[in-house]
RNA sequence: GCCUCAGUAGCUCAGCUGGUAGAGCACUGGAUUUGUAAUCCAGCGGUCGGGGGUUCGAUUCCCUCCUGGGGCUCCA
């Protein structure tokens, strides 16, 4: 006999060799939905056989550990239902991840189609019920038994030693792996094939292209409709289709891929960003400069930009006095303003700001409305400092990111600290010792700031770690928006110095690359997505918009709007002679902030009806209360709207 | 750049297996003068993304290019 204490701390005695779900049917019962169980900590299935005493704690599906291993096993599935229909398909990974999972194949390219034919057959499976078999096999036994499979075979080369591994085994198919899996496929009845995608083995473009395919698989047939419906709500906030409907941005081929136009809507919003920001960076010792869009090819090999960052720079064009290229980024030309004149410890921190443009030739298959452009308007500033000074400089950019981000509501954000890759030089400037003072030094003023961050190998500039601040767009992807990048190289390769208090010239200049706001475009892009649209007054493209009951009241809506647009308040008229319901209904679209509406009362009594964006009202403000209020609202630029 | 799906009026979409196109909204004109999510009538509007091919005939089938969505990779 052995005692196996459950998770409640009571303690069962049985007969040695019996299985977990044995005994978790016992005490649970079969429909428990459990999926697996923790035995001494280590996850097992639920066949896994008890030989000596243990506790043993069940991993539910609906739990974040029995998700994955259900998430895990519709893989397998999915694996199953494809080599079954495309025998020459070869299996080669194929996680769980949030929402799902997916399983990467050798094979020829599928289109929907199959996606909904492999469905079909994995449902077969389901309901056939296959039991999933754990099997232990020598190294030898799996080589022989994987041998037509190239990439199983790498994998057992790679992480299989001499003592073994498993496979997992459900009818005719049988897969390398480490489990645990639920017991059978009929706990695999709520997923749903969602899209294939190109991947490369290892993530590698130089090696074979593989398909992709994405599933979601939930515990429940309410787990998988309601993230289903979460995706519908979700693409409801898509700046693409949200900035269509304002009328913010457009992009035309003719102009090319990459390259929106602000339009008039979207130009109120950008240009209200950057008076902001202005302002913010007057408060924090800051002077502008603007730099040309151009330059020319020795500034951006100095820089490092050509021989780290060619490819994502817009080819050169020829000139007669040399060869240029559009600048990626501003540094190299802020540079040269440093060294502009000669520098005193007294100057330091120096902080440049420049509101301008710059160009990188992104992949075009990346470009996404305004997340990802080719034309990045920035809200770009470069700090030059003494190794002193930079805890401090750090320090206020992430005030300022978080002060930014609670003016415009953002609270779903982390940070991250970009570390380089010390297998991938070619990537960076290829100091090593460099590297990892810098980092050391970054981590730790994070640390001494308390913010929480993770860390992510290979995503650093190629001139130095920089802190991201990461955010999940409506449709699920993340993407970075501020950064804080500390830069070591640039001192050496511009030669920037400064006199120090001693009169010694001393070339220990630290620049810090920081856009708080990331570029216009994304920081757009995430707030509309974020506000549905429905952005705090002062930004508003229509903070105002009147509305006439009819054409008798034109001339008090008129007098009303020139009130309004003395005060700088952007005010929009509709005293067509279409009906209130109709009104209401069309300059909906547009999101006002307000909508104000003047009929026989308003103008007997001097006052006006206002009506928020969520349909609540209040009526009979006098007019005169309106305009402190909604002035007011705007100065102080709330996030909420105060008026109703 | 690669894989995949798509591309019909300014927008949202319909158009069975080939016989050169429709609706709603928007826009313009008229009627109506309206109290909170669509008043009525009429009109304007499309080389069916571009080019090539198959065919007596292509929006429809094939090829190719362009653009867009999703993903890979990359990145603010």
Not at 252 to 275: A, F, T
Request: net charge negative.
């Amino acid at each position: 006999m052995l005692s196996v204490e459950l998770a409640e701390g009571n303690v069962h005695q049985y007969a040695k060799g019996i299985s977990i779900g044995e005994i978790i049917y016992n005490v649970y019962g079969k429909k428990s939905g459990c999926v697996a169980a923790l035995v001494d900590d280590c996850e097992r299935d639920l066949s896994f056989t008890l030989t000596e005493s243990c506790k043993v704690e069940p991993i539910f599906g609906d739990s974040e550990a029995g998700m994955f291993i259900l998430r895990h096993s519709c893989a397998h599935l999915l694996a199953q239902a494809v080599t079954e229909l495309y025998p020459s398909a070869k299996p080669t990974i194929g996680p769980p991840i949030d929402h799902g999972f997916y399983y990467d194949f050798e094979m020829n390219p599928i289109g929907d189609e199959d996606l909904r034919k492999i469905e079909k057959k994995m449902q077969e499976h389901v309901r056939s019920n296959h039991t999933i078999i754990r099997e232990e096999y020598e190294n030898a036994e799996l080589r022989d038994m994987f041998s037509s499979n190239p990439y199983k075979i790498e994998i057992i080369d790679e992480k299989v030693g001499d003592h073994g591994s498993t496979v997992y085994q459900q009818g005719d198919f049988t897969d390398l792996c480490l489990g645990p899996h639920v017991p059978s496929t009929s706990h695999l009845r709520w997923f749903k094939l969602t899209s294939t995608s190109q991947a490369y083995w290892r993530g590698d473009s130089s090696l074979t292209s593989l398909v992709r395919i994405y599933g979601m698989c939930y515990p429940t047939k309410e787990g998988l409709k309601g993230r289903i419906k979460q995706l519908e709500e979700a693409s409801k906030r898509d700046h693409k289709k949200i900035g269509r409907e304002m009328e913010l941005y457009m992009i035309d081929e003719q102009i090319g891929k990459g390259l929106p136009v602000w339009l008039p809507n979207g130009e109120i919003l950008k240009s209200e960003i950057e008076k902001y920001a202005v302002e913010t960076e007057e408060e924090y010792g800051y002077v502008r400069v603007t730099t040309p869009v151009l330059a020319k090819k020795e500034l951006f090999e100095t820089s490092g930009h050509l021989p780290h960052y060619a490819d994502g720079m817009y080819p050169p064009m020829k000139m007669d006095d040399g060869t240029y290229y559009l600048k990626a980024m501003n540094c190299p030309m802020h540079h040269l303003v440093y060294k502009s004149k000669k520098r005193s410890y007294r100057d330091l921190p120096l902080r440049v700001a420049e509101y301008g443009t710059v160009y990188r030739n992104e992949l075009s298959g990346t470009l996404a409305g305004l997340l990802r452009v080719r034309m990045l308007s920035m809200n770009d500033a470069h700090i030059y400092c003494t190794l002193d000074q930079i805890a401090a400089e750090v320090a206020s950019n992430v005030q300022m990111v978080q002060d930014y981000y609670s003016k415009f509501g953002f609270e779903d954000y982390s940070f991250r600290l970009s570390l380089w890759d010390p297998e991938s030089t070619e990537k960076y400037i290829d100091q090593p010792e460099n590297w990892k003072a810098t980092e050391d030094r970054l981590r730790s003023i994070m640390d001494d700031l308390g913010v929480n961050y993770t860390e992510a190998i290979g995503e650093a500039a190629f001139y130095g770690p920089k802190v991201d601040i990461q955010f999940t767009t409506a449709l699920g992807r993340e993407e970075s928006m501020s950064t804080i990048q500390l830069d070591f190289a640039a001192k050496e390769r511009f030669g920037l110095t400064y006199m120090d208090d001693k009169g010694v010239e001393n070339g220990e200049v630290m620049v810090i690359h920081r856009a708080p706001l990331s570029t216009h475009e994304r920081f757009v892009a995430f707030l509309t997505e974020h506000w549905i649209g429905n952005f705090p007054t002062w930004i508003s493209p229509i903070q105002v918009q009147i509305i006439t009951i009819s054409e008798r009241f034109s001339e008090y809506a008129t007098e009303l709007g020139s009130k309004l647009k003395e005060q700088r308040i952007r005010v929009a008229i509709d005293d067509s002679d279409s009906t209130i319901g109709r009104k209401i209904r069309t300059h909906r679209k547009m999101r006002p902030a307000y909508m104000v509406i003047i009929g026989e009362e308003e103008v007997a009594n001097g006052t006006v009806s206002v009506r928020a964006r969520n349909g609540d009202q209040r009526n009979g403000v006098l007019t005169e209360h309106f305009l402190q209020e909604i002035k007011d609202e705007i100065s102080s630029r709330s996030p909420r709207l105060s008026l109703v």
